[in-house]
């Protein structure tokens, strides 16, 4: 039983000394606070809970009274919710019914019968909305994402980042200056949208470009809102889009299988591409894998021992350096090796790092290629990855086994939830083998 756990008449309280950090937002050095309730069990099990609530309170206050505008916000929003109330402006608390008002006022504890300043800003809307302004916002943002990117590389984290930033930059264009993100409405929602509409008709821009940065506003305005907590936030950008009834549909063309038969593993065809390069685009053609799936490949994900050789695709965790995000968890998988992926890896057990988070094997490659008259016109190295998709559907491999072994999600495919055991490595290795491409001597 904790020491602190007192019994008066037949109701448990709770009694601790106040913690000499807290004592400019606690000025009573003794806490006492009913558990209501006469069963010590009971009591023993609240002990914990109401005291933390009192701890995660006081740092909440400290964080508000030592911050800018924006942490004494989200500390008043953080304290509301303690007390189990959404925060809400003084003017929505105000149109509240007066039962729930009175229950706010109920709710804000005092100090010798004086409201706590903190607590009336938390429950009855004194805190204003931080001053945080578009300038900033992709900062803030990263920073309330940060546990979700904590697999990004810092390569990662620049491409991230810049879409939003250029979404930023275009909608401070379009107003002819910067704003607080909490003045941006439908008016200016619309303002962002006639300014890119005028870019996409100079043909500056194309339709899905303008789209992406509207996405990318509405995006960051929730997340701010939801960090924010707000009970009904404003959705601004809901509705706004540019439609192109003349755009065609955007398809990555499939490189042809004739001309990697033929000309691709044709002898002398890489001689002028370097080793890396040249063994990635054979990872690629036997595995169907994203290119930066292999290119960011650490030495741990090559498993070339044992019975089913095969690289494991998987987030990676570590320093800024190391760290590598994969496109989504459908994206984790084992990826078997055989024949000229095979024959590639155990070349470079120790992955690729000419190449690794640097994003520049695709420009590499695609010159290379031209250059020797060896792509046709209009398809890019990305499209091996869909050859590798026609070549299992050619050879009658299901849908479903399919996507497992290209990282799909199934149940999209399926229209439904995915039951069963996933496919075994052996059998990822059986289908593989099925259709892998003979291996010329001078790829061996």
Do not use: C
């Given at each position: 039983?904790?020491?602190?756990?007192?019994?008066?008449?037949?109701?448990?309280?709770?009694?601790?000394?106040?913690?000499?950090?807290?004592?400019?937002?606690?000025?009573?050095?003794?806490?006492?606070?009913?558990?209501?309730?006469?069963?010590?069990?009971?009591?023993?099990?609240?002990?914990?809970?109401?005291?933390?609530?009192?701890?995660?309170?006081?740092?909440?206050?400290?964080?508000?009274?030592?911050?800018?505008?924006?942490?004494?916000?989200?500390?008043?929003?953080?304290?509301?919710?303690?007390?189990?109330?959404?925060?809400?402006?003084?003017?929505?608390?105000?149109?509240?019914?007066?039962?729930?008002?009175?229950?706010?006022?109920?709710?804000?504890?005092?100090?010798?019968?004086?409201?706590?300043?903190?607590?009336?800003?938390?429950?009855?809307?004194?805190?204003?909305?931080?001053?945080?302004?578009?300038?900033?916002?992709?900062?803030?943002v990263e920073e309330i994402a940060r546990h979700e990117n904590r697999f990004k590389s810092s390569q990662q984290m620049r491409l991230w980042r810049n879409p939003l930033l250029r979404a930023v930059r275009t909608l401070i264009e379009a107003l002819g200056e910067d704003r607080p993100v909490v003045r941006i409405t439908q008016v200016e929602a619309r303002v962002h949208r006639k300014w890119l509409m005028e870019r996409v008709a100079r043909g500056e821009i194309s339709a899905a470009t303008a789209n992406k940065d509207f996405n990318y506003m509405a995006g960051m305005l929730r997340r701010i809102y939801e960090d924010l907590d707000h009970a009904d936030p404003p959705r601004p950008y809901a509705g706004v889009s540019i439609r192109d009834r003349h755009a065609e549909p955007s398809?990555?063309?499939?490189?042809?299988?004739?001309?990697?038969?033929?000309?691709?593993?044709?002898?002398?065809?890489?001689?002028?591409?370097?080793?890396?390069?040249?063994?990635?685009?054979?990872?690629?053609?036997?595995?169907?894998?994203?290119?930066?799936?292999?290119?960011?490949?650490?030495?741990?994900?090559?498993?070339?021992?044992?019975?089913?050789?095969?690289?494991?695709?998987?987030?990676?965790?570590?320093?800024?350096?190391?760290?590598?995000?994969?496109?989504?968890?459908?994206?984790?998988?084992?990826?078997?090796?055989?024949?000229?992926?095979?024959?590639?890896?155990?070349?470079?057990?120790?992955?690729?790092?000419?190449?690794?988070?640097?994003?520049?094997?695709?420009?590499?490659?695609?010159?290379?290629?031209?250059?020797?008259?060896?792509?046709?016109?209009?398809?890019?190295?990305?499209?091996?990855?869909?050859?590798?998709?026609?070549?299992?559907?050619?050879?009658?491999?299901?849908?479903?086994?399919?996507?497992?072994?290209?990282?799909?999600?199934?149940?999209?495919?399926?229209?439904?939830?995915?039951?069963?055991?996933?496919?075994?490595?052996?059998?990822?290795?059986?289908?593989?083998?099925?259709?892998?491409?003979?291996?010329?001597?001078?790829?061996?």
């Amino acid at each position: 039983m904790p020491a602190n756990l007192i019994l008066r008449g037949r109701t448990w309280y709770l009694k601790r000394r106040v913690p000499g950090r807290f004592r400019d937002v606690e000025p009573r050095p003794v806490i006492w606070e009913s558990l209501k309730t006469d069963s010590k069990t009971v009591a023993e099990q609240k002990f914990d809970r109401v005291w933390t609530a009192y701890l995660e309170a006081w740092e909440a206050k400290l964080e508000g009274r030592d911050g800018d505008a924006e942490a004494q916000f989200r500390a008043a929003r953080h304290l509301a919710g303690m007390r189990g109330f959404a925060f809400l402006s003084a003017a929505k608390v105000a149109a509240l019914p007066l039962a729930e008002v009175l229950a706010r006022v109920e709710a804000v504890r005092t100090r010798d019968d004086v409201p706590d300043p903190d607590e009336a800003a938390a429950l009855l809307g004194g805190a204003e909305d931080p001053g945080l302004m578009l300038s900033a916002l992709v900062a803030r943002v990263e920073e309330i994402a940060r546990h979700e990117n904590r697999f990004k590389s810092s390569q990662q984290m620049r491409l991230w980042r810049n879409p939003l930033l250029r979404a930023v930059r275009t909608l401070i264009e379009a107003l002819g200056e910067d704003r607080p993100v909490v003045r941006i409405t439908q008016v200016e929602a619309r303002v962002h949208r006639k300014w890119l509409m005028e870019r996409v008709a100079r043909g500056e821009i194309s339709a899905a470009t303008a789209n992406k940065d509207f996405n990318y506003m509405a995006g960051m305005l929730r997340r701010i809102y939801e960090d924010l907590d707000h009970a009904d936030p404003p959705r601004p950008y809901a509705g706004v889009s540019i439609r192109d009834r003349h755009a065609e549909p955007s398809r990555k063309m499939e490189v042809p299988v004739e001309v990697i038969r033929d000309q691709w593993l044709a002898a002398g065809a890489f001689d002028g591409l370097n080793a890396e390069a040249r063994d990635v685009l054979l990872i690629s053609l036997e595995t169907g894998a994203r290119q930066s799936e292999i290119t960011d490949l650490p030495a741990s994900a090559f498993r070339l021992e044992g019975a089913v050789p095969h690289l494991v695709i998987a987030n990676e965790d570590g320093a800024a350096e190391d760290r590598r995000e994969i496109k989504n968890r459908h994206s984790a998988r084992h990826v078997p090796l055989v024949g000229l992926a095979l024959a590639a890896a155990r070349r470079h057990p120790q992955g690729f790092p000419r190449y690794r988070h640097k994003r520049s094997y695709s420009a590499a490659v695609n010159k290379y290629l031209r250059e020797n008259g060896l792509l046709p016109e209009g398809v890019t190295i990305g499209g091996t990855r869909h050859t590798w998709e026609s070549r299992l559907k050619a050879a009658g491999i299901p849908t479903d086994d399919r996507g497992e072994i290209m990282g799909h999600s199934v149940g999209a495919r399926r229209g439904r939830e995915v039951y069963g055991d996933a496919m075994t490595l052996e059998r990822r290795r059986d289908i593989v083998a099925s259709i892998a491409y003979a291996v010329p001597e001078h790829l061996a």
